[in-house]
């Protein structure tokens, strides 16, 4: 037990450091603390990431079993019962944070029997379903290295076959159908059968989060960001609540400041009766921003609400993933608010007049940052007819050589062009094209999924769920609109209005130049 850190209703202030529990579990410890409505959880520490498995492995499935122990007292449910089953997720967390740069696992501990335990238990036979498929899926890709492209597939055909718009349509027939079906690919895939018990589940699950430290674009992200190889992650195993409940469920992420311009402002994506992947993988378009409002007002005020509270205890911008389970709300985990640096000037001047921070400690934030580069880049008139009009995930605009994949940014970096990638969902695997590219375009996502996060901190214009882009990439070409573009054609991208339009266009710049004042003014003060 000295190996494991609990994070329950009501704890005491966590004695653990970041670098030991890892900025997520830090983070979740402190918000169990101050009263938040945390799920509970236990962490597994980053010296667990950094011993051999041959070490480790003797020694996981003992501590595994201890800790969730503890969950099942604070639950009242049980880990693998046929009647009142406990579920988990696996998620990874290292000092730093490094979003989407390591894996997670969700639904673990779904098996025959215990699909049916959360039918008796919920009521709810498409929530079992609809979570058993979501795991075998993820443990596929996560875990047994699988692709992901035969189980969408599955998908695709599922919602076809039962003339659905989309999986979160489908019915509890559909989707116990769509189960059996992966639960035949997992076996065809991997030559053994998808594992039953449901501590050997998460055994695995946990040992994919610690050798997910040392994934190519985990290892890209350290790199970039000049993160030292030798910390490793965490492993946090959290009761699950579930978004995909129902119709007055579902799963967002939220940033309790504008990340591209740093206004005050509530600012999310939200998904009805979905799950947290669903918004930050940016595979689907999160449709339901508004919706939120009208059917759930209490859960809307509440978010609200929470982004003074979660300011108040952090002292900074921050940006938290939430599940609503049948009217509810959960925060399953925070950290700072990746932003632009024209937020960064932003939030820091508007903190201290709201008295959140001190003019030291608002100077102190913006340590680092370059303040005479600090611009708003802005196309000048005149401008051609937009294409689309996307989503904004990254202020400013940028102009370059269409490139459909990271390997054709590379080669044109290489020659010294700029060039925008454009992708169906632009997934975090990206991040070195991302860093190479001038702008990034995709057809999918929203604007706090993982990949649009990292593009704001690379500080590159980003514009998500283009409508009308349709891709192919054996013909090296895309579609936006009417119009028919091959790799290497110029494209521009407006981060201030999501306008895509053809061709190279001409930008002009402005600076903010009161908020400027007010920090020249701090300096000044404190010489």
């Known amino acids: 037990m000295a190996d494991l850190h609990f994070i329950l209703p009501g704890t005491a202030s966590p004695k653990a450091g970041v670098q030991e529990v890892g900025n997520k579990a830090w983070n979740l410890m402190l918000m169990a603390h101050a009263g938040l409505p945390v799920p509970p959880a236990f962490v597994l520490p980053t010296q667990w990431c950094r011993r051999d498995q041959p070490v480790r492995g003797p020694l996981l499935s003992q501590t595994l079993n201890a800790g969730i122990a503890r969950l099942e007292a604070a639950t009242g449910l049980a880990f693998g019962a046929a ?25 673990v501990g779904l098996n025959a029997e215990t699909v049916e335990g959360l039918i008796r238990l919920t009521g709810n036979p498409r929530l079992a379903w609809d979570s058993y498929r979501r795991l075998v ?29 989309n999986e979160r349509e489908l019915d509890y027939r559909d989707l116990r159908a769509l189960t059996m079906a992966m639960l035949d690919c997992y076996r065809s895939l991997t030559g053994t059968a998808f594992p039953a018990d449901p501590r050997e ?68 994506d939200f998904q009805f009766n979905s799950q947290g992947e669903d918004i930050v993988a940016g595979r689907q378009k999160p449709r339901d921003n508004d919706r939120l409002r009208v ?19 952090f002292g900074d911008a921050q940006d938290f993933e939430f599940t609503v389970q049948s009217g509810v709300l959960y925060l399953l985990q925070i950290r700072r608010a990746n932003r632009t640096d024209w937020a960064s000037v932003t939030i820091a001047v508007n903190m201290v007049e709201e008295g959140i921070l001190t003019p030291a400690e608002g100077l102190a934030r913006l340590a680092g940052i370059d303040l005479n580069a600090v611009v708003r880049t802005t196309f000048a008139p005149p401008v051609p007819t937009a294409l689309a009009v996307a989503q904004v995930a990254s202020m400013g605009v940028a102009t370059g050589a269409m490139a459909l994949d990271q390997e054709t940014v590379q080669r044109l970096s290489a020659a010294g062009k700029p060039s925008i990638l454009v992708r169906r969902d632009t997934a975090t695997s990206d991040i070195e094209g991302m860093a190479l590219a001038a702008g990034i375009l995709t057809a999918s996502g929203g604007r706090t999924s993982h990949a649009a996060v990292v593009a704001r901190q690379l500080g590159k214009v980003c514009l998500v769920a283009c409508p009308g882009l349709a891709i192919d990439l054996d013909r090296g070409q895309c579609q936006i609109g009417e ?19 053809p061709g190279r266009l001409e930008s002009t710049t402005e600076r903010p130049e009161r908020a400027l004042a007010v920090i020249a003014g701090w300096r000044q003060a404190a010489a």
């Open 137 to 165: 899926q993820g443990y596929a890709e996560v875990v047994a290295g699988q692709p992901a492209t035969p189980f969408d597939a599955l998908v695709h055909e599922a919602v076809s076959r039962s003339e659905a718009e």
């Open 295 to 313: 059917v759930l007002p209490a859960v809307w005020v509440r978010l609200n609400d929470l982004c003074r509270v979660l300011e108040k205890l």
């Open 83 to 107: 009647r009142r089953p406990l579920l988990v997720s696996v998620r990874s967390g290292a000092a730093v944070s490094m979003p989407g740069m390591m894996e997670t696992v969700l639904d």
């Open 483 to 501: 119009a028919v573009l091959s790799e290497g054609d110029p494209l521009s991208l407006d981060g201030n209005t999501g306008a895509v339009y």
């Open 201 to 268: 589940q998460l055994a695995a699950a946990a040992e994919a989060v610690f050798r997910s430290w040392d994934a190519p674009k985990a290892a890209s992200y350290r790199r970039l960001n000049g993160i030292s190889d030798e910390a490793g992650t965490a492993v946090t195993v959290q009761t699950m609540v579930y978004g995909n409940a129902g119709g007055t469920s579902g799963a967002g992420v939220g940033f309790t400041r504008n990340p591209a311009t740093g206004a005050r402002e509530l600012y999310f």
